[in-house]
């Protein structure tokens, strides 16, 4: 793993390799219905252990995650999306990193049953979004990790127009306001402090060539702890 780039005054790390041997198990129940701006109702728990000796490289231990998200219903096309995510490891994994808006296990692909082939892996998932906080911050890297989210999406516009050349449509468009919390830290007990953003998007989902679905955010977030900021960004895919 190599910095392709480096946000000003965040050191560059050096390129390292980290294999790894792990095992995930996932329950989930929920399900998203036509029109709907977000998966409805229900809960994904995913639980990940893996091990970086067997293999090689330059880390050492173990590491195991929980990410459990819950989907609350509000009536209306609007919905409560809650998650929370603990990592633990062990001698000297892969730290875990917080910070920016791309998160782990995020896809660019409106959840579907036709997309589900296309989510990612659940392994060597080191980095989480902590939105208006940069990445590469030294206080928001160690090997634990305590991770909270928080957000009430709501529908802004049912439009259902497109384009023949390129075939491309815009869906709709939906908004968000959010919260994020956590904290990483590298010894036994419990971190030092947390960091706190939150923040506002402007979701839209679009569709090319009447098979794909992707979804674009566009966001404003602040971070209110040591190290945040205002931060506006533009991202392909769904937050979690």
């Given at each position: 793993?190599?910095?392709a780039w480096t946000a000003p005054g965040v050191g560059a790390l050096a390129d390292t390799e980290d294999n790894v041997l792990g095992l995930a198990l996932s329950y989930d129940s929920t399900h998203f219905p036509p029109l709907a701006i977000s998966r409805a109702e229900g809960r994904n728990i995913t639980l990940v252990a893996?091990?970086?000796?067997?293999?090689?490289?330059?880390?050492?231990?173990?590491?195991?995650?929980?990410?459990?998200?819950?989907?609350?219903?509000?009536?209306?096309?609007?919905?409560?999306?809650?998650?929370?995510?603990?990592?633990?490891?062990?001698?000297?994994?892969?730290?875990?990193?917080?910070?920016?808006?791309?998160?782990?296990?995020?896809?660019?692909?409106?959840?579907?049953?036709?997309?589900?082939?296309?989510?990612?892996?659940?392994?060597?998932?080191?980095?989480?979004?902590?939105?208006?906080?940069?990445?590469?911050?030294?206080?928001?890297?160690?090997?634990?990790?305590?991770?909270?989210?928080?957000?009430?999406?709501?529908?802004?516009?049912?439009?259902?127009?497109?384009?023949?050349?390129?075939?491309?449509?815009?869906?709709?468009?939906?908004?968000?306001?959010?919260?994020?919390?956590?904290?990483?830290?590298?010894?036994?007990?419990?971190?030092?402090?947390?960091?706190?953003?939150?923040?506002?998007?402007?979701?839209?989902?679009?569709?090319?060539?009447?098979?794909?679905?992707?979804?674009?955010?566009?966001?404003?977030?602040?971070?209110?702890?040591?190290?945040?900021?205002?931060?506006?960004?533009?991202?392909?895919?769904?937050?979690?």
């Open positions: 793993k190599s910095d893996e091990d970086s000796e067997v293999l090689g490289g330059d880390y050492t231990g173990a590491v195991y995650t929980l990410d459990w998200r819950e989907f609350v219903p509000l009536g209306q096309r609007h919905t409560l999306a809650l998650r929370g995510v603990a990592g633990w490891g062990t001698a000297a994994p892969r730290p875990f990193r917080l910070g920016g808006s791309d998160s782990a296990r995020g896809t660019a692909v409106v959840p579907n049953a036709a997309a589900a082939a296309l989510q990612p892996s659940p392994f060597n998932q080191r980095t989480y979004a902590l939105r208006g906080y940069p990445e590469g911050l030294p206080r928001l890297s160690g090997r634990r990790l305590a991770l909270a989210s928080g957000e009430w999406r709501f529908p802004l516009s049912l439009i259902e127009r497109g384009i023949m050349a390129p075939p491309m449509g815009l869906e709709q468009l939906s908004g968000k306001l959010f919260v994020d919390s956590g904290a990483t830290w590298d010894g036994d007990g419990g971190p030092e402090g947390w960091a706190t953003g939150a923040g506002v998007e402007l979701v839209a989902d679009a569709n090319v060539f009447y098979l794909l679905n992707f979804r674009l955010r566009l966001g404003y977030a602040h971070g209110f702890d040591s190290g945040g900021g205002n931060h506006l960004y533009l991202r392909l895919g769904a937050s979690f």
